[in-house]
C-alpha cells in the first residue's frame, strides 16, 4: 500500500449491500466522500463555513476503478492524497483496500474546484496552500 496524507478505517453497513450481497456501485462514492469531508476537517476546512462564506467546492469529474468487492461486514481502509491538477482545479487521488489483507477494491480520481460568490472558480489561500502539483495522470 502506498502512503497517504491522509487515512480511514470503515466498515460496510448490512443496508449499502445490494441483491448479490456486495456494496452496491454508488455507495463507494459515499465511503470516498466521507473520507474527503473528513479530511477537509482535519486540516483545517469547514465546509459549512466556506458555503456561508459563498465559496463552494464542487466536484466536476470522477474517475472510478472497481477491482474487488466488499460485502457486508467487511473492514475497509479509504486513502486520500490531494494534488493540484491545474491552477483552478485539484484532485482528490482516493483507494480502498478491504482489511486485513490490504486487497485492492478501488481506485478514484475526483477532480474538483472551488466556486466564489459569483460561481467562479477560485482557489481560497487555505486550500491552495495544501496542493502540491500533481498533474499527470495515474496509472
Do not use: W
Request: charged share 25%; with cysteine.
Amino acid at each position: 500500500m502506498e502512503t497517504y496524507a491522509f487515512s480511514c478505517e470503515l466498515d460496510v453497513r448490512d443496508y449499502e449491500c445490494d441483491m448479490q450481497g456486495i456494496v452496491n456501485n454508488g455507495v463507494y462514492q459515499n465511503y470516498l466522500e466521507h473520507v474527503r469531508h473528513l479530511y477537509l476537517k482535519e486540516v483545517g476546512i469547514d465546509f459549512a463555513e466556506y458555503t456561508r462564506n459563498g465559496i463552494n467546492l464542487v466536484v466536476v469529474r470522477a474517475e472510478l476503478d472497481y477491482k474487488s468487492s466488499l460485502t457486508s461486514g467487511d473492514r475497509f481502509l479509504v486513502g486520500l492524497n490531494l494534488v493540484r491538477q491545474s491552477k483552478l482545479r485539484f484532485a482528490f487521488l482516493q483507494d480502498i483496500f478491504r482489511l486485513p489483507d490490504e486487497k485492492p477494491v478501488m481506485s478514484a480520481r475526483v477532480i474538483g474546484t472551488a466556486l466564489n460568490a459569483r460561481g467562479r472558480p477560485q482557489i481560497p489561500p487555505a486550500m491552495d496552500a495544501l496542493l502540491v502539483y500533481g498533474g499527470a495522470s495515474r496509472a
